[in-house]
């Protein structure tokens, strides 16, 4: 189910970013992602908000497996966290950038708890018998990246951050470094949902063999 959902997500957001980006070649890496949920100005702002509850579930649902598979604390703390994450996606979805206060609050929510995500998926590599795959750590390694860069650049008396002036002319680091979270988080969803597969078809390949012996 989690990987169903990231594939929807993807999917979506796909559509969404290609019907906007027809005419506009390079520069379309300089569009915030938020503004492709634009009631008013995106023709498929449905399908990239509906995408983002589709993303928004298969954190949820990755991260729930994470708390029923591993009782550690460190691994129950990733589950909550990412969950919180989960959460902040989907209310993006429901509240897009026409909601622009409500927006902010929750588009700064998920900036935050990604970064808290990250950096303990980065904590919990080095622990013994590690959750994480060397492809999930790296991925987390990127999004910590790209939360940092993006809180140096927000202004946090408005939770907004700076347009990105003469876009299609200029590299936009914000745009540029949403689009790059964006992508890292839906990625380490999909190789989480991938990793948590095999973790239970072998605990339950484990409990098999203690039951028929």
């Known amino acids: 189910m989690s990987l ?79 969950s919180l994450v989960g959460l902040s996606i989907a209310l993006m979805g429901i509240f897009p950038i026409n909601f622009l206060e409500w927006h902010r609050k929750v588009s700064t929510v998920y900036l935050l708890s990604s970064l808290v995500l990250h950096l303990l998926c980065f904590a919990d590599f080095f622990k013994e018998k590690s959750t994480m795959t060397r492809v999930v750590f790296g991925l987390s390694i990127l999004a910590i990246v790209m939360s940092l860069n993006l809180m140096f650049m927000l202004d946090w008396t408005l939770l907004d951050f700076p347009p990105c002036e003469d876009s299609a002319n200029h590299f936009c680091w914000v745009s540029s470094s949403m689009w790059v979270l964006t992508q890292a988080n839906i990625l380490w969803c999909v190789c989480l949902g991938l990793s948590m ?17």
Not at 71 to 77: E, F, I, Q, Y
Not at 197 to 213: D, F, G, Y
């Open 4 to 82: 169903a959902a990231a594939a929807i997500a993807g999917i979506g957001v796909a559509c969404a970013l290609f019907v906007e980006a027809k005419d506009m070649q390079l520069s379309v890496f300089n569009i915030r992602p938020d503004m492709l949920g634009d009631y008013m100005n995106s023709e498929l702002a449905v399908v990239f908000n509906l995408s983002l509850l589709a993303a928004g579930a298969c954190f949820f649902l990755g991260t729930l497996a994470i708390y029923f598979t591993f009782l550690d604390p460190l691994s129950r703390a990733i589950a909550v966290v990412g």
């Open 197 to 213: 597969r095999q973790h239970i078809v072998k605990q339950q390949s484990l409990s098999h063999h203690v039951t028929a012996a």
